[in-house]
């Protein structure tokens, strides 16, 4: 069971794909959002498809959108891998580096990334993206967690490297909030159905590889970030954390950054994989 939302910018509609099947989820909930979640949406949606309650539709020719409604904030999670921070020219951090993107940077999984202005320096970041499912705030411990996640899905922590790191003024933020900057998807897996501890997650480029590496090499895991985060911040549901990615970007000199028309494929196993376009931001804007 994966949850999906699909349909035209600003008018997705939930769905629900079981095997082969997909199936309308409009008669249980608007959409897939927060508030679906905070009640016990996703328990509710299997149930239904137990009971035969849904109504099969076709996706043929349907634009898969992200599979969350916009949420109220994106956290992530910087440099948690080590080969990533080394690649970066800095040590495995001792606790969890975090900054933001905003919410209208998520798109769907297969829309276009735009290159913005005045960029040469833009990165792919494939990342293990989790999603809360009811309201986190000083959890007793990391074991306490996972009671709070709804499910999981994949996201591309786009970044522009020089707007990031030499024009910050010593935040990350400028770097990750241009238009288009999270693409998220193919689906939300739902948490009970995918272990999270020992993920292969890959990147390529124009079909060449990128990163190949597994969420066992994390140094903060979902349960300890969900935990930490709770510690400073009220986490609410529909929140999405973007937990860190492995080594293989452009920043570590190896690889070009991305140009118009390169095409980035992301994946991670037990989700499935997404694909974007990049294109030049004033050839849409």
């Known amino acids: 069971m994966k949850l999906q939302r699909i349909g035209a910018v600003g008018s997705e509609r939930p769905v629900v794909v079981d095997g082969d099947q997909t199936y309308d989820l409009s008669t249980l909930t608007p959409d897939i959002d ?17 009971q035969g309650l849904l109504s099969p539709i076709d ?16 956290w992530c999670i910087g440099m948690n891998y080590a080969a ?12 969890p580096v975090v900054f933001f993107k905003t919410p209208n940077t998520v798109v769907g999984p297969y829309d276009d990334v735009m290159i913005p202005r005045g960029s040469d320096r833009t990165d792919w970041e494939v990342e293990l993206a989790v999603v ?3 309201r986190a705030s000083y959890l007793d411990s990391p074991d306490a967690a996972m009671k709070h996640v709804a499910g999981y899905t994949i996201s591309n922590d786009v970044s522009e490297r020089r707007f990031q790191l030499e024009e910050s ?13 999270n693409p998220l998807g193919p689906a939300l897996i739902p948490a009970d ?11 390529w480029v124009n079909g060449e590889p990128r990163q190949d590496s597994s969420t066992a090499d994390l140094i903060f895991d ?7 985060l709770s510690q400073y911040a009220v986490l609410e549901p529909g929140d999405l954390i973007n937990t860190g990615t492995p080594e293989g ?35 849409i804007l």
Do not use: N
């Open 34 to 50: 927060g508030a679906f979640l905070a009640a016990g949406g996703i328990s509710k949606t299997a149930a239904a498809l137990s």
């Open 193 to 203: 159905r995918l272990d999270p501890k020992d993920l292969r997650l890959r990147s």
């Open 84 to 95: 990533h921070a080394a690649e970066s020219g800095a040590e495995p951090p001792r606790t």
């Open 222 to 228: 979902v349960a300890y970030l969900v935990w930490h």
């Open 249 to 283: 970007v452009a920043l570590s000199g190896r690889f070009p950054y991305l140009r118009p028309g390169d095409v980035i494929d992301l994946e991670i196993d037990g989700i499935g994989r997404m694909r974007q376009t990049c294109r030049d931001s004033a050839d």
């Open 169 to 181: 003024g010593g935040q990350w933020s400028k770097g990750k909030c241009c238009a288009t900057f």
């Open 132 to 134: 809360i499912s009811r």
């Open 59 to 74: 996706l043929t020719g349907q634009r898969i959108g992200a599979p969350i409604a916009r949420p109220q904030a994106v």
